[in-house]
T-cell receptor, first 113, second 113 residues
């Protein structure tokens, strides 16, 4: 079945450094790729998303890149801050006229002050 | 203030008991979803509904049931057939068009007594 692989499962960086999280998807019909941030015990919140007609999207310190040929997409956070510490999930849409998403297993990002 | 409301925040289930988790949205979204989240795993889809009076099984529907009698409500029942119900349950919704972000509620944490 369709799946999304996410790496690494944990990531520790120093404040001010960059963080990169990578995902690979299997369904070639996927065309929507959101990223969510989840703080402990709270709801996942959308931080950025990208659609398949775009290769890169940026929003302040956060950027997402998409390589449809390789079925890879990545989240880049620059100038990390302690408040960036959380679990980050990638997701990919399933083909067809639905909003069903398949989620990666998450990356625990720790930003050390 | 528009959003998704899940209740209760914490729920305890006794052996052989069915329990129902509430999810209400006032975003006028057509589609609603239930996910289960376990430590170290991503969000796994239990059931989803794209329209009132219609719903489909997700990847882990066994031991769960849902109804969609009203657009704004999508309750999830965890039945006694679900032998390992301890988890964090998240409800989400999206507008009817495809490739839109899912908006999440605050979740319900279910534990076994």
């Amino acid at each position: 079945g369709e799946n999304v692989e996410q790496h690494p499962s944990t990531l520790s960086v120093q404040e001010g450094d960059s963080a990169v999280i990578k995902c690979t998807y299997s369904d070639s019909a996927s065309n929507y790729f959101p990223w969510y941030k989840q703080e402990l015990g709270k709801r996942p919140q959308l931080i950025i998303d990208i659609r398949s007609n775009v290769g890169e999207k940026k929003d302040q310190r956060i950027a997402v890149t998409l390589n449809k040929t390789a079925k890879h997409f990545s989240l880049h956070i620059t100038e990390t801050q302690p408040e960036d510490s959380a679990v980050y999930f990638c997701a990919a849409s399933m083909g067809g006229a639905t909003n069903k998403l398949i989620f990666g297993t998450g990356t625990l990002l720790a930003v050390q002050p | 203030d528009g959003g998704i409301t899940q209740s209760p925040k914490y729920l305890f289930r006794k052996e052989g008991q069915n329990v129902t988790l509430s999810c209400e949205q006032n975003l006028n979204h057509d589609a609603m979803y239930w996910y289960r989240q376990d430590p170290g795993q991503g969000l796994r889809l239990i059931y989803y509904s794209q329209i009132v009076n219609d719903f489909q099984k997700g990847d882990i529907a066994e031991g769960y049931s849902v109804s969609r009698e009203k657009k704004e409500s999508f309750p999830l029942t965890v039945t006694s057939a679900q032998k390992n119900p301890t988890a964090f349950y998240l409800c989400a919704s999206t507008p009817g068009v495809s490739n839109q972000p899912q908006h999440f509620g605050d979740g319900t944490r279910l534990s076994i007594l």
